[in-house]
């Protein structure tokens, strides 16, 4: 009798799950990065658009720091996706993504700076998507 308590304990601690600390760094990383673009795109407002479009320079909430952190944050999230997945084509996906973004980034930028004045002195106080690296 003592044996099946014993097994049943077991199998109820096999129920408990307990996140290792790599899915909780996962988990973290998308959330993180999930809120932070959210909170990018309310200060963006009417200048959200899916193809580039210079409407104003936003130069407030973290676009004070970095150029695009829309796009930070969609890296940032899909690097708690990569690292949750575990997988080389995961991490090369990953790497492909910042490829693209960087790549959507100076093209968006070339619009941007040709059609507002004030871009490029904005430019010059910001980092484009990672503070004293790009």
Do not use: K
Not at 83 to 103: E, F, K, P, V
């Amino acid at each position: 009798m003592a044996t099946g308590s014993a097994r049943a304990r077991v199998d109820l601690g096999r129920l408990i799950m307990i996140p290792s600390a790599v899915q909780l760094a996962a988990d973290v990383l998308l959330l993180a990065g999930t809120a932070w673009a959210v909170w990018s795109l309310r200060f963006l407002g009417r200048n959200l658009s899916v193809l580039a479009q210079a409407r104003d320079v936003v130069d407030h909430g973290p676009y004070r720091w970095i150029r695009h952190p829309l796009y930070a944050g969609e890296i940032v999230s899909a690097l708690g996706l990569a690292i949750a997945a575990g997988s080389a084509a995961a991490a090369g996906l990953w790497l492909a993504l910042c490829a693209l973004q960087a790549y959507r980034a100076l093209r968006e930028e070339q619009v941007l700076l040709g059609a507002l004045p004030g871009y490029r002195a904005y430019r010059t106080r910001t980092a484009a998507l990672l503070p004293g690296i790009f």
